[in-house]
């Protein structure tokens, strides 16, 4: 029989700019509930805009939307329905739709338009994001030993053996896949990444894993630009040294099909359109603020070109081709990850990511530290 936990640490944002460690009754999971106990969480730059106050007004807040673990105990609907037992490595997506609205019904659950849901989460619901820890029973964010996965959470099983490691890469790939997916990128066409973050690293991969032949990576750190060709990328540009345009044309012979803006900035997204032929496709993933506006020139760089520009916003339909690339083990993931915290020191974890200190690209939260007599060390 399985034993539940009484409590679950978690790290808490009671409101901007500040940061706690505090514990949490966990009640038993309800007929449909899946509880999942947190082996690995993901920093994302999310994250630190959300502590900041520069995301809503989620607060209190448990964050963390990039989280793999294991089944801890489940109802038993939930057993029945979703193939699942006590001990199975999962991944769950940070959107949690209703699955009956028009855009869900299209597929589109990432634009969720649910408002009356019955357990009185709203539009929109993302774990670790706009959820508030004051929303019953309050296990709504990865940052934390334990979550709980209602009926309407989307869950995957992951494959046994898949280290922990590579396993917490699932979310951001999924983001990545989704923008290769909008852009309906074809085998030889040729793509461009701006910003080789974590996400634009992942887009690399998962272009290269469609197809795409060549890729290119623009950026402007040079340890990440270095990293992009393990991902898939064939030509890199640092856009602090050289036009990246230009070089791309010599390089490759031609602009891109395909231009994937992850880099969050107004600059790179206005310079995307540019990148890409005449006819092309513009993915724009990058989140640059609320409140943020970008221009283009309407007729030389859209009208007269006829390029299409595509918002590629959160991870549906990202997490199935996600898991499978993790699980083939044929790209370097867990290269990715450079550096790991305990929970008690997120503060940290935050100042290296903003001092962008050691060579800082992927940096995991393990809400185990000192080991789980229970865990296996990966999935």
């Not at 951001?172 to 896949?177: G, I, K, R, S, T």
């Not at 997916?181 to 272009?207: D, K, N, Q, T």
């Not at 859209?302 to 916003?313: H, N, Q, V, Y």
């Amino acid at each position: 029989m399985t034993t539940l936990p009484a409590t679950s640490r978690q790290v808490v944002f009671p409101g901007p700019d500040r940061i706690e460690l505090d514990d949490i009754d966990v009640p038993a999971p309800g007929a449909d509930d899946v509880l999942v106990r947190i082996r690995k969480v993901g920093i994302c730059a999310t994250d630190l805009h959300l502590l900041a106050g520069h995301i809503g007004d989620p607060f209190p807040l448990v964050p963390g939307h990039e989280f793999v673990g294991e089944v801890a105990a489940l109802g038993d609907r939930a057993a029945a329905t979703r193939g699942l037992a006590a001990g199975d490595p999962v991944a769950v997506e940070m959107l949690l739709p209703c699955q009956a609205c028009p855009r869900c019904r299209e597929g589109r659950y990432n634009l969720c338009d649910a408002d009356d849901m019955a357990t009185g989460l709203e539009r929109g619901r993302q774990y670790g994001v706009n959820v508030g820890r004051d929303v019953p029973p309050g296990l709504w964010g990865g940052y934390a030993q334990y979550l709980i996965a209602p009926r309407e959470a989307i869950v995957h099983r992951l494959p046994r053996g898949l280290d922990w490691n590579v396993a917490v890469l699932v979310e951001p790939l999924a983001v990545a896949y989704r923008a290769v997916a909008r852009a309906a990128v074809r085998p030889g066409e040729s793509v461009v990444v701006i910003g080789p973050g974590p996400v634009g690293l992942l887009a690399a991969a998962a272009a290269r894993s469609a197809g795409a032949a060549p890729v290119t990576v623009a950026g402007t750190r040079a340890n990440r630009l270095e990293l992009s060709r393990r991902f898939g990328a064939d030509v890199t540009v640092n856009a602090r040294e050289a036009d990246v345009r230009e070089t791309m044309i010599e390089q490759t012979g031609r602009l891109a099909d395909v231009a994937i803006e992850v880099a969050g900035s107004t600059a790179a997204q206005q310079e995307a359109v540019t990148l890409v032929r005449r006819g092309g496709r513009v993915v724009l993933a990058g989140a640059c603020g609320a409140h943020t506006t970008v221009s283009f020139r309407a007729d030389d760089d859209l009208l007269t070109r006829e390029i299409d520009l595509l918002p590629a916003f959160l991870s549906a339909g990202g997490f199935e081709p996600a898991i499978g690339l993790l699980a083939r083990g044929d790209v370097p993931f867990a290269e990715l990850v450079t550096h790991q915290f305990p929970l008690d020191d997120v503060a940290g974890a935050f100042k290296v990511i903003e001092g962008r200190e050691g060579n800082v690209v992927k940096a995991v939260l393990d809400p185990w530290p000192d080991g789980d007599p229970a865990d296996p060390g990966h999935a």
